[in-house]
Every structure is written in C-alpha cells, then in structure tokens.
C-alpha cells in the first residue's frame, strides 16, 4: 500500500482533459513544492513532467499542468493525444532522505 | 550528452547478493544527489535509496533498509547499490536516477533483477 494514493485507472477521449488526483497524510506529502510527476511508458525510463508542484521542465508541453491543495495534487492533461496514453505517477520528498511514490494511474486515451 | 547506464543486473538466488552499478556522463556527477529506484513485474515506482552529493547523507526506503547499501564514487562518476539477503519480491527493473529540484530528472534505462531459486 502506497503512502500516496492516485486511482488505478482513468480514461478520456482525444481532445479531452484528463485530471489524476495524488492524495496523502501531511507525513508522506511534506509541502507543496515538494510533489513531482512523471510519464512512465512500459519498457522506457520515466519522464519527469512535473517539479517542485507545477513546474513543467523545458521540453514538457505545455498540456501538461499541476496543482496542489492541501493534501492533494493533482495533474491534468489537456488536449489528450494517442501517445498521451501511459502510466503516471505523482511523487513526494517529505524530507530526511525519504520519498514516495504513488501506486500509479493508468491512462487510457479511448 | 547526458548518459546513465547501469548494469550488474542477473538471476540470483533468494539470499544471495548482487552489487548494481551505474556510470554517468555529460553532467557535474558530484554536483548531484543520486538515486536507485526500481519497478517490479506488474507493480508501480518504488524508491529504493538515496545519497547525497558528498555520501554524506544516505536515505533507504523501509522494504530493503538493512539489506542494501548506497555508496558513490565521484572520481568515477559511479554510483553502486551492494544488495543483500536478496528476497524474490526484490525482482525488479533498478533505476539509477538524478535529482535536482527535489525531483528525478534523469533516469537511466535499467537492470534488470531477478530473485528465483
């Protein structure tokens, strides 16, 4: 069981905006500018998309975008694409050398 | 060009050792905290370890804290993760990856592991 918690799976059609959610206790999520997302497609290293919240590294589109309140964050993705379709993970640093991964969400662009 | 390649990945038997390495180039390795993260067969990211630019600092996740070590060589732009005690659940793809703004910003391609008797 993850500390953080992103739903199996969510689904959207090309064109649509997708939102996953990444929920955790204040223990495993630490602050805000602490929570990172990343594209994992199978059998590929995964990309980071998101840092430090809703930072998007150069070279990410700009359909991708992050947000925090409280406890959960969130990453959407407009404008879906075929190749959007992939594994995304939200990440924390809570701090003293430990991190946490979600358990993953499954995208299916339909 | 930015590179990690990692390697030491095989078959081993459950309690037995591997030692994983992972060579970097195109970045100030010792500029950098590193990390292994690893994904097992059908399951999600898993935050293996971690240290500090200087090896100063040192972080284990709590699924192998007692059984593997982290250690670093900049001289060599090598990073090592000496695993112990091995366990089938240990079976996994091991990623060497950077962080920098407190995220994993560039991940090798992976080892695989694999714990079978």
């Known amino acids: 069981q993850s500390a953080l918690t992103q739903p199996a799976s969510v689904s959207g059609s090309p064109g649509q905006s997708i939102t996953i959610s990444c929920t955790g206790a204040?223990?495993?999520?630490?602050?805000?500018?602490?929570v990172s997302w990343y594209q994992h497609h199978p059998g590929m290293a995964p990309k980071l998309l998101i840092y430090?919240?809703?930072e998007r590294p150069s070279g990410v589109s700009s359909r991708f975008s992050a947000s925090t309140s409280g406890n959960t964050a969130s990453l959407t993705i407009s404008g879906l694409q075929a190749d959007d379709e992939s594994d995304y993970y939200c990440?924390?640093?809570?701090?003293?050398?430990?991190?946490?991964f979600g358990g993953g969400t499954r995208l299916t662009v339909l | 060009e930015v590179q990690v390649v990692e390697s030491g990945g095989g078959l081993v038997q459950p309690g037995g050792s591997l030692r994983l390495s992972c060579t970097v180039s195109?970045?100030?390795?010792?500029?950098?905290?590193m990390h292994w993260v690893r994904q097992a067969p059908g399951k999600g990211l898993e935050w293996v370890a971690s240290?500090?630019?200087?090896?100063?600092?040192?972080g284990y996740g709590d699924s192998v804290k007692g059984r593997v070590t982290v250690s670093r060589d900049n001289a060599k732009n090598s990073l090592f993760l000496d695993m112990n005690s091995l366990r089938v659940e240990d079976t996994a793809f091991y990623y060497c990856?950077?962080?920098?703004?407190?995220?994993?910003?560039?991940w090798g391609q992976g080892t695989m592991v694999t714990v079978s008797s």
């Open positions: 990856v950077r962080t920098r703004y407190r995220a994993f910003d560039i």
């Open positions: 195109g970045f100030i390795f010792n500029d950098y905290a």
């Open positions: 240290i500090s630019w200087n090896s100063g600092v040192l």
């Open positions: 204040s223990s495993a999520f630490g602050t805000y500018d602490r």
């Open positions: 430090e919240g809703t």
């Open positions: 990440c924390s640093y809570p701090g003293d050398s430990v991190w946490f």
